[in-house]
């Protein structure tokens, strides 16, 4: 026993990147294992592993812990990322909430049917541009920190890199209007965790393929 | 200048119940400003007070909170149901997530097509009675204590309560496979705030009906 957290997830991103991200830029090391089939998540069905007969799983402390926010206040809380008092919280969660749900349809997008794609995509794109950028680059702006709550690096600051890079992947120059965040991304990738968890070999995963929707559709098939 | 929490929603449940329920059950008195059209909605947009162009909004000590998951989780901390370290707060979490799921999937039902709700109610019952109820009974029964986490009253167990209450809206015998569920249910219903709570004149809202469908599709 290692004594490292161990994830339990499919070999993609889903709903696991985040805690990867989290748990990279935190520098703490990780293990994974991966599910394939449907046998193997029947078994950890079986086997009690999963509290609401699902994943993300992960193994932390003694605790088998499922449901993504709760591992990631877990984690934030106990590596020193969830602000210094219950206001600085509040503002984390508020800001990681907003990203959560940016980040949701980006999740959902390989899913959506071919002929939704497009539309999808461009609604992506939007959100991004007209919702969610701006309150952080707002932020960034009016108290003119590197980090977005309290003067110091948090999850939340995490979860807007992750984000920003995620829909880079699907709409390149979607930093073009906001100058602030441009220098955030910089700022953060330089960071030498999340410097590390972006160089290739790290546990970080590729955009999801159509391979990928295929096992996933197979692992959790009814 | 403190005030009492002011809750910005339209007058139905919605995303908004959760907080009412942990804000009564702490016992915390809060006005509601109630959208019923959808200039009530553009007038707070161009006010700029919903970080993400969305409700709920709660303002509470000097801020002006979004998004559900946040608020409920500073309430609870700042009420003191929150667990007392960081591995009950982990219990708790998890424990919420699952009832807020239960919940999610009842919310959405009165807006489904006609034709599936059949369908999406079966489903509901299914996940509630093999997926979530047994959760709760089990860690019920293996701690013999009256409360979810810690041996004390927490965000979970009021979280509980109200998942309870909204699956018996859909099933009323939903709990018959569930004698420590049935307790619990009978136990935390008469803790003193939350007996108020549930009393006709409280702040809680009726379950969506026809008419608020049709009022939240106009303003949103």
């Known amino acids: 026993m290692s004594g490292k957290p161990r994830l339990t997830y499919l070999n993609g991103r889903g709903r696991m990147e985040p805690i990867r991200w989290l748990l990279a830029a935190a520098g703490v090391e990780f293990e994974e294992v991966y599910l394939e089939t449907k046998e193997q998540y029947d078994k950890l069905i079986k086997d009690g592993f999963l509290l609401f007969q699902q994943v993300p799983l992960v193994e932390i402390d003694g605790m088998k812990m499922v449901q993504t926010r709760a591992i990631m206040s877990y984690i934030a809380g106990k590596y020193n990322l969830y602000g210094k008092d219950l206001k600085e919280r509040a503002l984390i969660d508020m800001y990681v909430e907003g990203i959560s749900d940016l980040m949701q349809m980006i999740l959902m997008f390989p899913f959506s049917p071919p002929d939704a794609k497009e539309k999808n995509l461009e609604s992506i794109k939007e959100r991004a541009t007209n919702r969610y950028f701006p309150v952080f680059e707002k932020v960034l702006k009016q108290h003119g920190q590197d980090f977005l709550v309290g003067n110091k690096f948090s999850w939340a600051d995490v979860q807007l890199i992750e984000a920003i890079l995620a829909v880079e992947e699907k709409v390149p120059d979607v930093l073009s209007g906001f100058p602030q965040l441009q220098v955030f991304k910089t700022k953060m990738s330089n960071m030498p965790t999340i410097k590390k968890f ?10 999801p393929d159509a391979h990928y929707v295929e096992t996933v559709l197979k692992v959790f098939k009814k | 200048m403190a005030g009492k929490p002011k809750l910005h929603y339209t007058k139905g449940r919605g995303k ?10 702490a016992g915390v008195e809060f006005e509601e400003e109630f959208i019923e059209k959808k200039e009530d909605l553009e007038k707070l947009h161009n006010d700029g007070v919903l970080l993400f162009q969305q409700v709920p909004m709660v303002e509470i000590d000097g801020m002006r909170m979004v998004q559900t998951r946040a608020i409920l989780s500073y309430i609870a ?9 960081l591995k009950e707060r982990a219990w708790i979490d998890m424990y919420v997530e699952g009832t807020t799921d239960l919940m999610g999937m009842i919310m959405h039902l009165p807006f489904q097509p006609a034709d599936t709700k059949e369908k999406n109610l079966a489903l509901i019952i299914e996940r509630a009675t093999t997926r979530y109820f047994p959760v709760y009974e089990k860690a019920l029964k293996d701690h013999g204590q009256d409360y979810l986490v810690g041996n004390k009253l927490s965000w979970a167990d009021i979280h509980l309560l109200e998942a309870i209450l909204m699956a018996e809206e859909c099933k009323p015998d939903v709990l018959s496979a569930f004698p420590l569920l049935q307790a619990f249910k009978g136990r935390i219903s008469n803790i003193p705030t ?5 009393q006709p004149g409280s702040q809680r809202k009726p379950p969506t009906d026809e008419k608020s469908v049709a009022v939240v599709r106009k303003i949103f």
């Open chain 1, 198 to 207: 972006l160089q290739p070999g790290s546990p970080r995963k590729p955009p």
């Open chain 2, 16 to 25: 908004m119940e959760s907080i009412r329920w942990l804000l009564a059950a």
């Open chain 2, 77 to 85: 901390a700042k009420y003191n149901l929150y667990g007392k370290d």
């Open chain 2, 194 to 198: 939350i007996k108020k709570f549930l």
